[in-house]
């Protein structure tokens, strides 16, 4: 018997080549609408779908495959007597191959001129109902929905005649990814659209970007996926100009570097080592930012990922050059900074567009058993109400360095503690079981420099002793939530000292 295969793609790519050798294979082309025309055109004899089931497209297309003329074809156990009578009493035809990719749903909901109805109207119910008969049935049904697996497929059936039965598991598998992704970008758009902030289902979807050498540890496998119509800006859409190929923990860092660099509309550049910011300085020009985010910690800087906001330049480059780092992520690179810095081979230069940043709006992390999903923390400083308690108010200058320390200490693994003075982070104290622990961290490594700084807290302190110890550093002001049941010692102690404090009424912790 004459095998046949079903054609109906919206992404053509590859398709008249790939259907012209199943013709040659001597396989039947059935196929609709637009995919019809065009192998019609490239000289490939096609039946049209309205000659398999003997009824005319309608409704604009929505209605055409949705026929038991196809799904019986599809559906029908080879292996079974019943259904081979059932298939020759209703004059059904076995159909071997089935091609099929669906409506451009992203393509049409990631258009800024698309209309809720130009949605719904890309959502395609035949596409997936065919591919979920074909893989149902793969047994005795091929499904491609991938133009990557075409050449496999031909190669397979010149060499053999037919597709092994793994290969055809592995298609099918393939196809049920395929339709249950889709479906969960159009259950995500609507959930969307109403409002749902707690759905009973959380359905997501990714895109294999890349496979990874290792994890966290050479001996754990992993993958990076990327989130389809996700945040523009972001490590996910970087553009790697140089370098060796990005892994887990580079990945992990970088977006916690552009995390960083993009709460600030001046020029600034973050250091990050282990998730965690080791340097952050903001100026006139990216050089003064950089230099600024190098001098706060030369030490940790060393093996570390640097981001910036601006446009990497030769003199900053030069700079660069000579200190040991994993990845420079920037908008661009000059050409002059090109030349310098990628005769560092291994050294991983990546671009981000920061131009058409689009926040995501919740984050997920697993956890044995189950994911847990919150809101990002995009709280600005205009977002909050600001309250002095103590007697003396902020400078101005102590109120600018206040509120980059502010800036930074979101992005510090809690306990977190921050020193700022002249534009840049002088000591961070992170991940601290105390917050006195992590405000000595932070006191120790500004040495000096912490007389005359100002200090941010991701939260509010439980106690004075953080308030003391800052006072005998010769720390001047302090930000930080308030909210403790001894709120009032700590303000007690900060006038002791003449030290201004502000309350946001806002935590930061970052677990």
Known sequence: MKKRALVSVSDKTGIIEFVQKLEDLGIEIISTGGTKKTLAE???????????????????????????????????????????AAAKEHGIEM?????VNLYPFQAT???????????????????PSMI??????????AIVVDAA??????????????????RKRKLAAKAFRHTAAYDALIGEYLTKQVGDEAPEKLTVTYNLKQTLRYGENPHQNASFYEKPLGNPASIARANQLHGKELSYNNINDADAALAVIRDFKEPAVTAIKHMNPCGVGIGESVYDAFMKA???????????????????DGPTAEKM?????????????TEEALEILTVKKNLRLLTVDLSNNKPREHFITSVSGGALMQEVDTLSFEDVSVTNPTKREPSEEEWKQLKMAWKVVKHVKSNAIVLAREDQTIGIGAGQMNRVGSAKIAIEQAGEKAKGSVMASDAFFPMSDTVEAAAKAGITAIIQPGGSVKDQDSIDMADKYGIAMVFTGVRHFKH
């Open 42 to 84: 490239a000289g490939v004899k096609v039946i049209g779908i309205e000659d398999v089931t003997e009824f005319p497209e309608m409704m604009d297309g929505r209605v055409k495959t949705l026929h038991p003329n196809i799904h019986g074809g599809l559906l029908a156990r080879r292996d079974l007597p019943a259904h081979m």
């Open 95 to 99: 159909i071997d191959y089935v091609i």
């Open 109 to 127: 909901i990631e258009n800024p001129d698309s209309t809720f109805a130009d949605a719904i109207e890309n959502i395609d119910i035949g596409g």
């Open 132 to 141: 979920r008969s074909a893989a149902k049935n793969h047994a005795s049904v």
């Open 149 to 166: 697996d075409y050449g496999v497929v031909i190669e397979e059936l010149e060499e053999n005649g037919e597709l092994s039965e793994e």
């Open 294 to 312: 190098y001098e706060a910690d030369p030490v940790s800087i060393f093996g570390g990922i640097v981001a910036s906001n601006r446009e990497i």
């Open 321 to 333: 050059k000579d200190i040991f780092l994993e990845i420079v992520i920037a908008p661009a690179f």
